[in-house]
Nanobody, 127 residues
């Protein structure tokens, strides 16, 4: 059974930093891309960042470009999101996701639904 478990969320003041982690277990696929998403109550889920299996390809939403950095350690089966210069509008529940099919990285970046999701970790940024 595939499990994704996020950690690292919390409350910080504007301008602060947090590092989210996502540990994946029970995964039987190779060459899978992963992503980070966020959602606030009453709003649609927003794709924040994506990363290919090798880590050579990354994508960022305009709202976080230059402030967030996605990375992964495949030996540790862990995905990361370094978030710097946090703003109140970054407040949300953050979810990690993993691909579980033969669709390409670009297809997931363009909106293909990821197959596996974590339960989320809350990030709250105060002004």
């Amino acid at each position: 059974q595939v499990q994704l478990v996020e950690s690292g969320g919390g409350s910080v003041q504007a301008g602060g930093s947090l590092r989210l982690s996502c540990a994946i277990s029970g995964y039987g696929y190779n060459n899978y891309c992963m992503g980070w998403f966020r959602q606030t109550p009453g709003k649609e889920r927003e794709g924040v960042s994506h990363i290919s299996y090798s880590g050579q390809s990354t994508f960022y939403a305009d709202s976080v470009k230059g402030r967030f950095t996605i990375s992964r350690d495949n030996a540790k089966n862990t995905l990361y999101l370094q978030m710097n210069s946090l703003k109140p509008e970054d407040t949300a529940m953050y979810y990690c996701a993993a691909a579980g099919s033969s669709y390409t990285y670009n297809q997931y970046v363009r909106g293909r639904e990821y197959e596996y999701w974590g339960q989320g970790t809350q990030v709250t940024v105060s002004s």
